[in-house]
């Protein structure tokens, strides 16, 4: 593949699926398509732009996208072009997180797509940020970013773009994504062309899409994950389709019937939920036919399938129950790819029992994103962990316990150059020899899959002297249906207590059922009955727990957890000091 940097993808796809419509989007009640010739043309003609105003390689932009356009893409591939730095700012970070990105890269401009957050901008820019331009990226909104307006482009002015593209190397950086995690602390993520274009290439033998197949795409395009997802189905030719309003998830899937789609968990877990509540229903006959179809999609293996009972069963449930459920995808579903989080290995065989192959994979901002992933291929994948190193990364346990568990540390061309502005913390993470210590915790399985088993900041020594792994306790409260949220206590204390956040929809039906009258979460936490369900729930699932592992307390909080209110990071990490910081008194009436 003679691509080396990230922009060169378009002239790649142009030689290879010239006719494609590349990106698409939903506007005034229908799709519009751009041909990979269309994009080309309009990031030549943004790049003669930006040349044109005065922006000189090394000058930085801001976008803050709420969702994926194809004008973010265009207007990223036309920075690249010219050697503009992109800065990529989450829509839900803090005032005191954008003072801090913006004033630390200095950037010229600031892109937004979103209108109340453009009014909202707009004020705080008067007041602290009045030398930075402030752009809207829609043509039909006020402050409509300028060099969309033109729409040709000479040949003189071509030959001008493509002088300027030759003078890009892959050693050149392209862009800086800020991270905060979940220590609340920024640092800007310098990836270069070099480590973008490893990326990309580390993955194209994983993917089992062709240019025929549709993607969707409805992640923001400032998570790298997704931003370096929509590359690679540009080298693919594939047709990406970009959804703006996540609340119409379901009716985009099914106009556009996608092949695939990347996601984090919280989606499917949703997804699960809402098959799940199709359990509740007062048909007896669905009621029966939705729990045995969760029963035998949990037990779903890939390999060694040859198990004649089951495989009847299967067969039948994907007839009843799984075929409608893959129909609301669109009906032509096949491969999903989970990053970002942890994914309950449950949710994974159910989704794939269906005949929609899920696939988890690891990775982190620091190494443009990808670690490792399960394949497609048979044996390659195991629902328990996050697959195999990708082509191209090393990965070794560092200095592993008796179990076997340790740091994870990898090298290889994905990793990134360092942190902006900040050498002591960027030598913290990145040893003389090129190995980035990840801070997660992990152990190899049949020493070929990676398991991640916690956040090295994030274990925790108990007053027993019991280490507790949070973020798999977590995971293994949230199996019930419910329990949304949870956040597991325990340093230097006696034993370990949570923070739960029930599932309220599922709540309102059991207490329907139970004829327990509903008011409204703040009271319904309170209430007698649904404390005692709650550590019905809690004491079934110690059961299966060491003794030291078991959720002593609990208490039952009536504030739902999310990016956009500020208890999980964008990366959709629990912010752990907050959530501390703001139920300390709670915290400590359990420990009374």
């Not at 901008?121 to 008067?126: D, K, P, R, T, V």
């Not at 809207?136 to 969309?148: A, M, W």
Request: proline share 4%.
């Amino acid at each position: 593949m003679n691509f080396t940097r990230v922009f060169d993808i378009l002239s790649y796809q142009q030689q290879k699926y010239p006719e494609k419509e590349a990106l698409n989007t939903y506007e005034r009640g229908r799709w519009v398509s751009y041909s990979i010739e269309e994009v080309q043309r309009r990031v030549d003609v943004l790049s003669y732009w930006l040349h044109q105003n005065g922006w000189v390689k090394g000058d930085k932009i801001a976008f803050v996208p709420k969702m994926g356009l194809p004008e973010w893409m265009m207007l990223d591939f036309a920075c690249q072009q010219l050697g503009v730095i992109v800065v990529p700012i989450h829509p839900t970070a803090t005032r005191e997180e954008f003072q801090f990105i913006l004033s630390e890269t200095a950037c010229k401009t600031c892109v937004v797509a979103d209108t109340a957050l453009f009014y909202k901008m707009s004020l705080f820019f008067e007041r602290q940020f009045s030398t930075i331009s402030l752009y809207h990226l829609r043509s039909d909104e006020e402050g409509y970013f300028p060099g969309f307006h033109r729409k040709k482009i000479t040949e003189a002015e071509r030959e001008v773009v493509n002088d300027l593209k030759a003078r890009i190397q892959p050693e050149d950086m392209a862009t800086i994504l800020y991270t905060s995690g979940t220590s609340g602390e920024p640092k800007g993520v310098m990836l270069t062309h070099f480590n973008l274009v490893s990326a990309i290439k580390s993955v194209i033998p994983l993917l089992p899409i062709s240019y025929k197949d549709r993607v969707i795409s409805f992640l923001p395009f400032s998570h790298i994950f997704e931003r370096a997802t929509t590359y690679t189905y540009i080298v693919f030719g594939v047709s990406i389709y970009f959804v703006q309003n996540r609340e119409n998830l379901q009716t985009d899937f099914q106009s556009v019937k996608p092949v695939m789609f990347t996601t984090v968990p919280r989606v499917l877990e949703k997804m699960y939920d809402l098959l799940k509540e199709e359990g509740l229903s007062r048909n007896a006959v669905k009621r029966l036919l939705i729990k045995w179809a969760i029963q035998i999609g949990k037990r779903y293996q890939e390999t060694n399938r040859f198990r004649p009972g089951y495989e009847i069963k299967l067969a039948m449930v994907r007839l009843l129950v799984y075929r409608k459920w893959k129909s609301r995808l669109g009906g032509k579903i096949k491969y999903i790819i989970v990053g970002a989080a942890a994914l309950s290995p449950d949710i994974a065989r159910l989704f794939s029992a269906a005949g929609i192959m899920v696939r988890s994979g690891y990775g982190m901002t620091e190494t443009s994103p990808f670690i490792s992933a399960n394949r497609f291929e048979p044996g390659m994948n195991r629902f328990d962990t996050v697959g195999m190193p990708v082509a191209g990364m090393e990965l070794i346990i560092h200095e592993p316990n008796d179990k076997g568990e340790g740091e994870i540390w990898v090298k290889g061309p994905n990793v990134m150059q360092g942190y902006y502005q900040q050498p002591e913390r960027t030598r913290e993470v990145l040893s003389d020899d090129g190995w980035l210590k990840t801070g997660d915790v992990g152990l190899m399985v049949d020493k070929r899959f990676l398991r991640i088993t916690g956040r090295k900041k994030d274990i925790f020594k108990t007053s027993a002297g019991k280490y507790i792994a949070p973020e798999s306790l977590q995971d293994y409260f949230k199996q019930s249906v419910f329990i949304e949220h949870c956040l597991v206590i325990g340093f230097q204390r006696p034993f370990v207590t949570g923070i739960i956040v029930p599932n309220f929809s599922w709540l309102e039906k059991w207490c329907k059922k139970e004829k327990i009258h509903w008011t409204a979460p703040q009271f319904m936490v309170h209430n007698i009955r649904v404390i005692e369900k709650f550590e019905e729930e809690v004491n079934h699932l110690n059961e299966k727990l060491p003794n030291y592992q078991t959720m002593r307390k609990f208490f039952l909080c009536h504030e739902d957890w999310s990016i956009e209110t500020g208890e999980y990071s964008a990366s959709y990490k629990l912010i752990r000091h907050k959530l501390m910081e703001q139920h300390s008194r709670e915290i400590e009436k359990m420990y009374q």
